[in-house]
Nanobody, 119 residues
Framework: VQLQASGGGLVQDGGSLRLSCAASGRTFRRYKMGWFRQAPGKEREFVGSITWSGLSTAYGPSVKGRFTILRDSPKNTVYLQMNSLKPEDTALYYC?????????????WGQGTQVTVSS
């Protein structure tokens, strides 16, 4: 199983980026997919998640209203549209997939993609 994240980069304060995460290696039916981030010296933070159907999403309080998760289930791909970026959004962003109802730590994780927001 592989989760391949991409789309990170350097952006100015107030800018936008779109991250992608392509999952492969198994069927992800009934799996929710999500994004987490970790900045240097800080704990991992939940960014957001989306169910397999795409009908239900959840967001962390620091990104709610600015970030949007979208999912293309036939392509096993999830996107994170990030708008109004702030320097505090700078972090390594990870995508993950887990069976609905299970703990994220029991799921699959991809490598991170770096997002840097300059002030």
């Amino acid at each position: 199983v592989q989760l391949q994240a991409s789309g990170g980069g350097l952006v100015q304060d107030g800018g936008s980026l779109r991250l992608s995460c392509a999952a492969s290696g198994r069927t992800f039916r009934r799996y929710k997919m999500g994004w987490f981030r970790q900045a240097p010296g800080k704990e991992r933070e939940f960014v957001g998640s989306i169910t397999w159907s795409g009908l239900s999403t959840a967001y962390g309080p620091s990104v709610k209203g600015r970030f949007t998760i979208l999912r293309d289930s036939p392509k096993n791909t999830v996107y994170l549209q990030m708008n109004s970026l702030k320097p505090e959004d700078t972090a390594l962003y990870y995508c993950a997939a887990v069976e609905e109802g299970s703990n994220w730590d029991s799921g699959y994780w991809g490598q991170g993609t770096q997002v840097t927001v300059s002030s």
